[in-house]
């Protein structure tokens, strides 16, 4: 190879999604014209035996590069001819990978779409739509009255004076295609949003409390800030979300809303599209990666206006921001469980920050962390006191179990009460947060219980399909008809799952129609869809589930709500159990009396006096809510603490320990007094598909002295030889310890 002065060029810095805090050096293809590039395009590079896709993030002189220049390959090509991300799009990835300490080739590869992450072309197929021709608005229908198709389709062109896309009048494919050949319609791009016609006529006036949270949203509207709303379900939250929206459209400025479920989106949809007349789309999971692509694409280059989406929706890059909306921004869902562990209400209002617009968080049992924001003044409280249009909030009833006779967890009272609801022609839900027949199989004879072997976890009995199944590690096997160990006691049911109280209910309410709604009756596709359906026609008498339940549905013409079991969720060793449970309570009773009835809640309980319970019913959420924020404050928790959760396996079971010790060691080596290192402890579940698992928790009360120390520390944990024997994981913020 000939050697030339190479001090004198550019290199570029590539950002490249493996687990390695760092960019990677590159020289720039050959005959590459030099002022092309541009951060946030991307490139495939030769790394290793293979090629990947990266992102440039940086071009720099190859004098300041810190590798051997002798040594650096040449980039192989360049994918786009302008940048995907924007230098704000960059800054919040590079926040984000250093707030998270997380790889940020890794993070920035979460900013794409699937087909963006292969290297896919980032070409927007832009969809067509089809309008009337000259001659198309001057001929009679009734000419074609030969052919009655074309004829009405001719008639709805031109009587709403409006163009469609094909979406719209794709069952008229054929009357279409001959209306195009007659050159009555015409193909043309699809129309850029027309100021004059954002809205559909609506009907509905705000209340004044609605007319408070919208101005004080819109009169922030080219600022940051941070508004909470809280509202219990049918306060007309998503009213005011729109009302918002609409404001924001009138600048011509996107909105990005966020849901924490994909069940949750076909709703919102509609009611967005009956509203809006602007381009929308949709970006979640069960979209294909083309239809991701197209979506994510549209906001990108500004041809949407709103984007609906789950957390991975987050840092969709947007031409014209204008606002995020979290909605039910409680939901743990926000938080990704693995990889990059982020919290998209946590990013979404860091990401609002840098781009200078505002937040709306919504939700009727907002986050102990957001009311605390408000406390200290940096949220903005909306509330919504009461239910709009008609409907009146639920009555609660604590129901003392104790001493109570139970039938499979149905108490007397209850039965009774479902009776007497089912009488009267209205739905009972019911709600039990434990799937399966019941949580563990017991021998009468000896004592043996279906352990999982591979975790420390009982297999759950599936009656159905006669299978004990472990919920952690997937393993399974057939019920056994004998006692594995002693061969001769009576096998028996231990506890109680929805299959086994469905099982119950058949028996106590024949005739009545029931549906369980649980991850194991909604796993084919369509199902929990067509169960919603069925529910809100009317064909259910009694809906029994886990917490899908608890998930924004709306069950109008649910009176009676009741859960089965509070007590398990009273008794936990995270300290978050508290906030879910309630959380939970007040969703669950958010399904009922959403139409004209009344609704009741009744809570089965052997805590009647429980301060939670108590606290929740007799003075609402927000008495709860000061209350736990109170208890934290007192055991310096968070949010009056910040947390790190180190996190390790291995099938090995010494080595996670070894490494967290070692890393202990590297703790008390930089020693930092304003920081708790707690641990190691085994995990709550100690072992899990065979894995042994620790975990060694840091808390500061401080944010910057947890983070100043995790900077110091990460890169030598890194090379610790105990570190090559396990897996670990940093959590920041963890929300499930
Ligand atoms: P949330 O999002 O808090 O559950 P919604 O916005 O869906 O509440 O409102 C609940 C119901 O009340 C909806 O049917 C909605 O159309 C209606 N609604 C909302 N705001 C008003 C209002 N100002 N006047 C009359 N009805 C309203
Ligand atoms: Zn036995
Ligand atoms: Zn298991």
């Given at each position: 190879m ?12 590539i ?6 805090e ?13 002022n092309s ?7 495939t ?11 440039v993030?940086?071009?720099m ?5 810190s590798?051997d ?6 980039v192989a090509?360049?994918l ?15 926040w984000?990978s ?21 290297g896919?072309p ?26 009655p198709?074309?004829q009405?389709?001719l ?10 896309e ?9 009357a ?10 015409i193909?043309?791009?699809?129309q850029?949003?027309?100021?004059d ?22 009169s922030?509207l080219?600022?940051?800030s941070?508004s ?17 929206i609409?404001?924001?459209?009138q600048?011509n ?19 967005f ?38 957390r ?10 204008g ?9 743990s ?17 860091a990401?609002?920050?840098m ?10 049992t907002?986050s102990?962390?957001?009311?605390f ?11 919504l ?11 609660f ?26 009488a009267r ?8 947060n ?7 199989q ?15 976890a009982?297999?759950v ?13 997937g ?14 006691g ?8 929805t ?21 194991d009756?909604t796993?084919r ?10 529910i ?11 917490q899908?339940l ?15 079991d509070?007590?398990?969720g009273?008794?936990?060793v ?35 006096q ?9 003075k609402?959420?927000?008495a ?15 949010p009056?603490?910040h ?7 291995a ?11 070692a ?10 007094d ?8 085994s ?9 042994f698992?620790?975990?060694?928790l840091?808390?500061?009360a ?17 090379k ?18």
């Open positions: 000939a050697k030339c002065d190479t001090s004198a060029k550019l290199i570029w810095q950002a490249i999604p493996v687990p390695l760092r960019l990677f050096d590159y020289w720039p293809p050959e005959h590459y014209p030099l590039i541009q951060p946030g395009m991307r490139v590079v030769p790394f290793g035996k293979s090629h990947k896709v990266g992102v993030m940086r071009v002189k190859a004098s300041d590069s590798v220049l002798n040594r650096l390959k040449h090509q360049v786009d001819t302008e940048p995907l991300l924007s230098t704000k799009d960059l800054q919040l990835l590079h984000a250093r707030y998270y300490h997380h790889a940020i080739g890794e993070v920035i590869a979460t900013a794409f779409p699937v087909a963006l992450r292969q896919k980032a070409v927007l197929q832009r969809e067509n739509c089809y309008g009337l021709t000259k001659l198309g608005r001057n001929t009679e229908p009734a000419q074609l009255k030969r052919a198709k074309q009405a389709l008639a709805v062109f031109q009587n709403s004076q409006q163009t469609f094909l979406a719209d009048i794709a069952e008229h494919k054929a279409l295609k001959s209306l195009l050949e007659k050159g009555l319609l193909e043309q791009p699809r850029t949003v027309d100021t016609r954002l809205e559909k006529p609506v009907g509905l006036v705000a209340n004044p409390e609605q007319l408070h949270a919208i101005d004080s949203v819109i922030s080219h600022r940051f941070v909470l709303l809280q509202g219990v379900t049918g306060s007309g939250k998503t009213e005011v979300y729109m009302q918002v609409s404001e924001a459209l600048y400025l996107q909105v990005l809303v966020l849901l924490p479920e994909i069940t949750l989106t076909p709703q919102l949809e509609q009611r599209r009956q509203r809006f007349n602007v381009p929308m789309v949709c970006f979640h999971s069960k979209f294909n990666d083309s239809q991701r692509l197209h979506a994510w694409l549209s906001l990108q280059q500004g041809s949407a206006s709103i984007m609906l989406g789950t991975s929706a987050l840092f969709t890059p947007m031409q014209r921001p606002l995020i909306i979290l909605d039910e921004e409680h939901d869902s926000f938080k990704q469980q693995e990889g990059f562990r982020f919290s998209a209400r946590d990013v979404a209002i990401r609002a920050k781009l200078n617009i505002p937040v709306l968080l919504g939700s009727a907002p102990l962390e957001s009311l924001n408000v406390t200290r003044q940096r949220y903005q409280l909306l509330e006191s009461s239910r709009a249009g008609n409907a009146i909030e639920p009555v009833q604590i129901l003392d179990i104790r001493n109570k006779p139970l039938q499979d967890g149905l108490s007397e009272p209850l039965i009774t009460e479902i009776q007497t609801t089912l022609g209205q739905q009972a839900l019911l709600f039990l434990r799937r399966g027949y019941a949580p563990v017991i021998c009468h004879g000896c004592g043996w219980v279906s352990r999982c072997g591979r975790c420390d009982n297999m009995i599936h009656a159905s399909e006669r299978r004990l199944r472990c919920h952690h590690c393993a399974e096997q057939s019920l056994p008809k004998q006692c594995p160990a002693c061969k001769t009576e096998l028996q049911p231990l506890g109680l799952g299959e086994r109280i469905e099982q119950t209910l058949t028996v106590l309410f024949p005739g009545k129609n029931l549906i369980r709604l649980d991850r009756t796993q596709k369509g199902a929990l869809e067509a169960y919603l359906e069925q809100n026609s009317g064909h259910a008498d009694i809906i029994l589930g886990t899908m608890a998930k924004g549905h709306h069950f109008p013409d649910v009176t009676l709500v009741a859960i089965l509070v007590d398990s009273l008794f936990s995270d300290f978050h159990a508290g906030e879910k449970l309630a959380q939970m309570i007040v969703q669950v009773a958010g399904r009922a009396g959403r139409a004209n009835n009344r609704g009741r809640v009744v809570l089965q309980t052997r805590q009647p429980h301060p939670l319970l108590t606290t929740l019913i007799d609402g959420y927000r709860f809510a000061e209350s736990a924020l109170q208890e934290r404050k007192l055991a310096g928790l968070p009056y603490s947390q790190a959760l180190l996190r390790t396996h099938s090995d079971a010494q080595a996670p320990q070894a490494f967290l010790q890393v202990c060691q590297l703790l008390q080596q930089n020693k930092n304003k920081t708790l290192v707690l641990g190691p402890v995990a709550p579940m100690a072992r899990r598909a065979g894995q698992r620790f975990q060694l840091l808390q500061s401080h944010r910057k002295d947890l983070h100043h120390l995790l900077d110091l520390v990460l890169p030598q944990v890194v610790l030889k105990e570190a090559k024997k396990v897996r670990w994981s940093l959590d920041i913020d963890p929300v499930d310890l």
